[in-house]
């Protein structure tokens, strides 16, 4: 139980284009989903969270004109990077938590995003 | 802001070793958690721990809240290969369930 996917798992894009990012809880509902980053050999840093029907939480420092957060149902959020640029380049990882559970979160396996 | 102090590192030990890490809090927390993560991979929820005091075990893992809720630590028992990889812990006493990070621990088995 409690898997999450994520899909694309690499995507390469050319400076300028947007790429979306889907995050499906498979085999739960997931009121909460929150959207990391990670760089090489670093903890993950948490960009926003994302309640089912609502505007998206960002932190602190994480434009959210520029990192677009759906999440229109309780399996599925989206991550937009529009007008992706080289520095956008990451590992991007998804989580949910489980509506009926308390604080555990289950993680995708991450996409690679690399910017050309 | 809260912070995670999460130590050892790196650790390189030989196989069959038990393995000892913690993560200190700078404020009391609800929850306590530890995942490892593989390269390349997003990171696996290996125990949950929600009370102070609390001992749990996941096969050969075993995890403990600490009495004064700002600490937690994991030990793995007779380490395998299969063992390396990066463990987080994270906290969280937060109503928006958002979960603080530690930098990680590094596990390495020595050929």
């Known amino acids: 139980g409690a898997v999450v996917s994520q899909h694309p798992s690499r995507v390469i894009c050319k400076s300028g284009t947007s790429v979306k990012i889907e995050c499906r809880s498979l085999d739960f509902q997931a009121t909460t989903m929150f959207w990391y980053r990670q760089f090489p050999k670093q903890s993950l840093m948490l960009m926003a969270t994302s309640n089912e029907g609502s505007k998206a939480t960002y932190e602190q420092g994480v434009e959210k004109d520029k990192f677009l957060i759906n999440h229109a149902s309780l399996t599925l959020s989206t991550l937009t990077v529009t007008s992706a640029h080289p520095e956008d380049s990451s590992f991007y990882i998804c989580?949910?938590?489980?509506?009926?559970?308390?604080?555990?979160?289950?993680f995708g396996p991450g996409t690679r995003l690399t910017v050309t | 802001g809260q912070q995670l102090n999460q130590s050892p590192q790196s650790m390189f030990i030989q196989e069959g070793e038990d393995v000892s890490m913690n993560c200190t809090s700078s404020?009391?927390?609800?929850?306590w958690l530890w995942y490892k993560q593989d390269p390349g991979e997003g990171p696996v929820l290996l125990i949950a721990l929600y009370k102070a005091g609390e001992l749990t075990s996941n096969g050969r893992l075993t995890a403990q809240f600490g009495i004064t809720r700002k600490d937690s630590f994991l030990n793995i028992s007779a380490s395998i290969p299969s063992d390396v990889g990066i463990y987080f812990c994270?906290?969280?006493?937060?109503?928006?369930?958002?979960?603080?990070w530690g930098a990680g621990t590094k596990l390495i088995i020595k050929p």
């Open positions: 989580s949910a938590r489980d509506t009926d559970s308390y604080y555990e979160q289950y």
């Open positions: 994270a906290g969280s006493s937060d109503s928006n369930y958002q979960l603080i």
């Open positions: 404020s009391i927390f609800n929850t």
